[in-house]
């Protein structure tokens, strides 16, 4: 059973950096894609990044490219989101998922964590 634990979130001002982190369990870590989702509030749950199983290949939603990275340690098994000037905007539950895919589009994530909240303020 596939379990995924978020961490990291928290309240920061606009311009602000936070770091989410992701600590997975359930099954061979190694094997598959990575990914971080949001959802604001009265809002569909989007994407915002993927890493593939081996790291070597990272996809990003327009809104935030350039402005954050993911990040995998497969010896840990956690994925990581760093995420730079932050915007008001960016104010949203994120969760990390996987997928059952080394390389997966945005919606072949289906195991999902509880969430963590990050809030931007302006």
Do not use: H
């Amino acid at each position: 059973q596939v379990q995924l634990v978020e961490s990291g979130g928290g309240l920061v001002q606009a311009g602000g950096s936070l770091r989410l982190s992701c600590a997975a369990s359930g099954r061979t870590f190694d094997r598959y894609a990575m990914g971080w989702l949001r959802q604001a509030p009265g809002k569909e749950r989007e994407f915002v990044a993927a890493i593939n199983w081996n790291g070597d290949r990272t996809y990003y939603a327009d809104s935030v490219k350039g402005r954050f990275t993911i990040s995998r340690n497969n010896a840990g098994n956690t994925v990581a989101l760093q995420m730079n000037s932050l915007k008001p905007e960016d104010t949203a539950v994120y969760y990390c998922a996987t997928a059952d895919y080394q390389t997966a589009a945005p919606q072949e994530f289906v195991y999902w964590g509880q969430g963590t909240q990050v809030t931007v303020s302006s």
